[in-house]
């Protein structure tokens, strides 16, 4: 299967992504999206998989630096 994923960044308008992966993602991942490190929070199926795709969008947060 092959998951096609919108990622949103919460509170950046300007972030996002879209990426083919082989595995979804889950809720409390770690993803980089452009230069942001972002924990994952929500997964929304957008449509039903069809044939070997499969459709979602998530939305992320950006993970605070401990320094």
Do not use: W
């Not at 992504?17 to 809720?27: E, G, K, Q, S």
């Not at 929070?41 to 950006?62: K, M, Q, S, W």
């Amino acid at each position: 299967m092959i998951y096609k994923v919108s990622y949103v960044v919460i509170g950046d308008p300007h972030s996002g992504a879209i990426v083919n992966l082989d595995t979804a993602p889950c809720a409390g991942d770690q993803v980089q999206v452009g230069d942001k490190l972002c924990e994952v929070v929500e997964i929304i199926d957008l449509i039903p998989p069809r044939g070997d795709f499969a459709y979602l969008h998530v939305t992320c947060r950006p993970v605070q630096e401990t320094t």
